[in-house]
Nanobody, 120 residues
Framework: QVQLVESGGGLVQAGGSLRLSCAAS?????????MGWFRQAPGKEREFVAA????????YYADSMKGRFTISTDNAKNTVYLQMNSLKPEDTAVYYC????????????WGQGTQVTVSS
């Protein structure tokens, strides 16, 4: 059974940093397909944050995250990370990890989410 478990969320002041982790079990994802991060703020649609392609580690970012967020993987740990710097109150959301995607937007496997709250 595939499981994705996120961690690293929490409360941080504006301008601060957090690193989210997503550990996958039940299948090796890092070298196949896409792994990604999405987020959903209260009352808003879920939105794409970043993705990384397993075969060559090419990365993709939503425009508003470029330069502030960095996605990376540790193949040995079957884990994907999201380093978030210069956080803003509008980054407050539940962040979800996704894996096994054939595109940067569509994934069959999802984590349960981790809350990130940025105070002003």
């Amino acid at each position: 059974q595939v499981q994705l478990v996120e961690s690293g969320g929490g409360l941080v002041q504006a301008g601060g940093s957090l690193r989210l982790s997503c550990a996958a079990s039940g299948r090796t994802f890092n070298r196949y397909g896409m792994m990604g991060w999405f987020r959903q703020a209260p009352g808003k649609e879920r939105e794409f944050v970043a993705a990384i392609r397993g075969s060559d580690e090419r990365t993709y970012y939503a425009d508003s995250m470029k330069g502030r967020f960095t996605i990376s993987t540790d193949n040995a740990k079957n884990t994907v990370y999201l380093q978030m710097n210069s956080l803003k109150p509008e980054d407050t959301a539940v962040y979800y990890c996704a894996a096994g995607g054939y595109s940067i937007y569509e994934y069959p496997y999802w984590g349960q989410g981790t809350q990130v709250t940025v105070s002003s």
